[in-house]
């Protein structure tokens, strides 16, 4: 068997999280500054159903070997009589939001796709159903933003959507140093639904529709001349401050990401939007035309 390596991004996500679990509208982009290395080395001779894989660096062989049982059990020749040297090498952060998960299905995924275990068509379900373990309850916009490697809308019932953006608007990110588990997250705002139906019911609609302001504003800035970007930009900081707010009702923005906030304002941000499921992470902040 050949050697096998890919590169993948993480994501990002402008509007549309925790909303997009129950059908909501969600806009995703591949993050610009984290990538993840899934590279396969064959051993010469295999030996048994695994052939006595190795894992680099040697903490990831749990998670991997995990992976790859489960996968098993989507595939039940997923990775039959692999021999040799997986290695990882990532950027990404786990626990901020920004794809560490999604990029690893992904990445594992495409390595099955390349000895014939699964077809193009099976990537994206099979890589949201092993997110399973990660997240509980996966969306699948994650793995759709990682897969697509450009900028999306996703939707439960529609999937992924590209988005045909020649130009994007200056965005920056800023890591609040704090992690936390997607699960733990996603089960916070699913209490919400317990407590006050009406007012979780009343976020999501809030959160999907900044999501769809979002989704046009980008659109908007990308078919406008550098003169004519101003509504663009209005639209987007809106449709960004929106979906920041639900953070707050959800109970998901802690005090370092409201004091991080004001000085990225008081520095010239036009908007500035936690990303990811909450908790911790990274806020993101639109910045002035290019």
């Given at each position: 068997?050949?050697?096998?390596?890919?590169?993948?991004?993480?994501?990002?996500?402008?509007?549309?999280?925790?909303?997009?679990?129950?059908?909501?509208?969600?806009?995703?982009?591949?993050?610009?500054?984290?990538?993840?290395?899934?590279?396969?080395?064959?051993?010469?001779?295999?030996?048994?159903?695994?052939?006595?894989?190795?894992?680099?660096?040697?903490?990831?062989?749990?998670?991997?070997?995990?992976?790859?049982?489960?996968?098993?059990?989507?595939?039940?020749?997923?990775?039959?009589?692999?021999?040799?040297?997986i290695r990882v090498q990532s950027t990404i952060p786990s626990g901020a939001g920004v794809g560490s998960s999604a990029a690893l299905c992904v990445a594992l995924a495409r390595w099955l796709e390349s000895r014939g275990e699964l077809a193009p068509a099976q990537l994206f379900e099979f890589a949201r159903t092993l997110e399973d373990r990660f997240h509980g309850k996966s969306s699948g916009m994650d793995v759709a933003a990682v897969l697509a490697g450009r900028p999306v809308s996703f939707t439960r019932a529609a999937g992924a959507v590209p988005l045909?953006?020649?130009?994007?608007?200056?965005?920056?990110?800023?890591?609040?140093?704090?992690?936390?588990?997607?699960?733990?997250?996603?089960?916070?705002?699913?209490?919400?639904?317990?407590?006050?139906?009406?007012?979780?019911?009343?976020?999501?609609?809030?959160?999907?529709?900044?999501?769809?302001?979002?989704?046009?504003?980008?659109?908007?800035?990308?078919?406008?001349?550098?003169?004519?970007?101003?509504?663009?930009?209005?639209?987007?900081?809106?449709?960004?401050?929106?979906?920041?707010?639900?953070?707050?009702?959800?109970?998901?923005?802690?005090?370092?990401?409201?004091?991080?906030?004001?000085?990225?304002?008081?520095?010239?941000?036009?908007?500035?939007?936690?990303?990811?499921?909450?908790?911790?992470?990274?806020?993101?902040?639109?910045?002035?035309?290019?």
């Amino acid at each position: 068997m050949k050697g096998f390596s890919v590169r993948v991004p993480g994501k990002w996500v402008l509007a549309g999280e925790h909303a997009v679990i129950r059908g909501g509208l969600a806009v995703a982009l591949p993050h610009p500054e984290f990538t993840l290395e899934f590279s396969y080395e064959p051993l010469a001779n295999p030996v048994g159903r695994d052939g006595g894989l190795r894992f680099d660096p040697s903490q990831t062989a749990g998670v991997l070997e995990g992976m790859i049982h489960e996968a098993r059990a989507l595939c039940p020749q997923a990775a039959s009589g692999a021999s040799g040297l997986i290695r990882v090498q990532s950027t990404i952060p786990s626990g901020a939001g920004v794809g560490s998960s999604a990029a690893l299905c992904v990445a594992l995924a495409r390595w099955l796709e390349s000895r014939g275990e699964l077809a193009p068509a099976q990537l994206f379900e099979f890589a949201r159903t092993l997110e399973d373990r990660f997240h509980g309850k996966s969306s699948g916009m994650d793995v759709a933003a990682v897969l697509a490697g450009r900028p999306v809308s996703f939707t439960r019932a529609a999937g992924a959507v590209p988005l045909e953006l020649g130009e994007l608007p200056r965005f920056s990110f800023h890591d609040l140093g704090l992690r936390a588990r997607t699960r733990d997250c996603v089960a916070q705002v699913e209490a919400l639904f317990r407590t006050d139906p009406a007012g979780a019911e009343a976020a999501d609609r809030r959160m999907s529709d900044a999501a769809t302001q979002a989704r046009d504003a980008l659109r908007a800035y990308a078919q406008a001349g550098p003169s004519d970007r101003g509504p663009a930009l209005d639209a987007l900081a809106q449709a960004m401050d929106q979906a920041h707010a639900c953070y707050r009702t959800w109970g998901l923005l802690p005090p370092e990401a409201e004091s991080l906030e004001a000085r990225l304002r008081a520095q010239g941000a036009r908007a500035v939007k936690l990303t990811g499921a909450g908790g911790g992470g990274f806020l993101v902040a639109l910045l002035d035309s290019r």
